[in-house]
T-cell receptor, first 109, second 114 residues
Framework: QQQVKQSPQSLIVQKGGISIINCAYE??????FPWYQQFPGKGPALLIA?????SEKKEGRFTISFNKSAKQFSLHIMDSQPGDSATYFC????????FGAGTTVTVRA | NAGVTQTPKFQVLKTGQSMTLQCAQD?????MYWYRQDPGMGLRLIYY???????DKGEVPNGYNVSRLNKREFSLRLESAAPSQTSVYFC?????????????FGPGTRLTVT
């Protein structure tokens, strides 16, 4: 049973559009919420992360929104580019990292 | 710095065969992890080692054993491979096991069990 539920499974967006990926959790012991980006044939790499006392964090075109009361968080990719085409995993940490199932993002030129 | 390295990159086994997946990190990290990645299931933790000399079960430990050989190396052994163990295996390391420390992943081992 996955502790972090992620949706959608896949999405297609036009170049310049916004990609939105949503995650939800139940375990209130989670205290750190990273997002990982994975390209085909590679291992995941940390993209951006947030602590639960912060409602939003932005790094370049990537923004995490965090709603502690709803136990939900999301990744927004602004001005999506073809190079953003990858699989994105949300995750949550208590003493170990629990991953969502992943979202495959395809950006059409 | 090579980061996290894994060998082999690809492996095909017959049911019942055994093998060891090797992992090494050169970042002086205390914690190391083994995950498996299956379509639609994300990455699931098999075993982890919070520090040298300790190992603990993760979410899906059945059919696997691990050895934390020293601070750099963490191996994963399949004693009697089964088709259900066909997967991509990732090793990762981090400075510590909790508190938001980034995990760094290796390139993965693609294992097929026939």
């Amino acid at each position: 049973q996955q502790q972090v539920k992620q949706s959608p499974q896949s999405l297609i967006v036009q170049k310049g559009g916004i990609s939105i990926i949503n995650c939800a959790y139940e375990n209130t012991a989670f205290d750190y919420f990273p997002w990982y980006q994975q390209f085909p044939g590679k291992g995941p790499a940390l993209l951006i992360a947030i602590r639960p006392d912060v409602s939003e964090k932005k790094e370049g075109r990537f923004t995490i929104s965090f709603n502690k009361s709803a136990k939900q968080f999301s990744l927004h990719i602004m001005d999506s580019q073809p190079g953003d085409s990858a699989t994105y995993f949300c995750a949550a940490i208590d003493y170990k990292l629990s991953f969502g199932a992943g979202t495959t993002v395809t950006v059409r030129a | 710095n090579a980061g996290v390295t894994q060998t082999p990159k690809f492996q095909v086994l017959k049911t019942g065969q055994s093998m060891t997946l090797q992992c090494a990190q050169d970042m002086n990290h205390n914690s190391m992890y083994w995950y498996r990645q299956d379509p639609g299931m994300g990455l699931r933790l098999i075993y982890y080692s919070a520090s040298e000399g300790t190992t603990d079960k993760g979410e899906v430990p059945n059919g696997y054993n691990v050895s934390r050989l020293n601070k750099r190396e963490f191996s994963l052994r399949l004693e009697s491979a089964a088709p259900s163990q066909t997967s991509v295996y990732f090793c990762a390391s981090s400075e510590a096991a909790s508190g938001g420390y980034e995990q760094y992943f290796g390139p993965g081992t693609r294992l097929t069990v026939t």
